[in-house]
């Protein structure tokens, strides 16, 4: 299956997505920070980055266009996990470059729906 990375600092959040992911055969990789995430993503190469939009210091769409702007990470997809609903939220997520975004709280079957989605249409 995938290699996924979680940037994602709500630690209840980050272990539903990483039970979810696992359950069904994932790889799952974890970072609490931006920074990290990033350094994370270099090294790993994951095939799927989950990215909490709210993050301490550096925040989700910082990191997204960060992410988007180096040869070495561009293509990875970016899924935004994000309590933002508001109208006008999606488009600026897209403007960051995410590929995608889960609407929090999370329902399981909407988030590893849209997690397979975005893996089948990664290159």
Known sequence: MAKVLII????????LAMFLLESVGHTV???TDAETGLTMARDEQPNL?????????????????????????RAIPVIALTALAMKGDEERIRA????GYI???MRYQDFLKTVAEQLVAAP
């Open 103 to 105: 609407a929090k709280p």
């Open 29 to 31: 990789l974890s970072a």
């Open 8 to 15: 994602e600092d709500n630690a209840a959040n980050m272990t």
């Open 96 to 99: 960051a470059g995410c590929d």
């Open 49 to 73: 980055i989950l990215m909490d939009i709210q993050l301490p210091g550096m925040d989700g769409l910082q990191a997204t266009t960060v992410l988007k702007r180096d040869q070495a990470t």
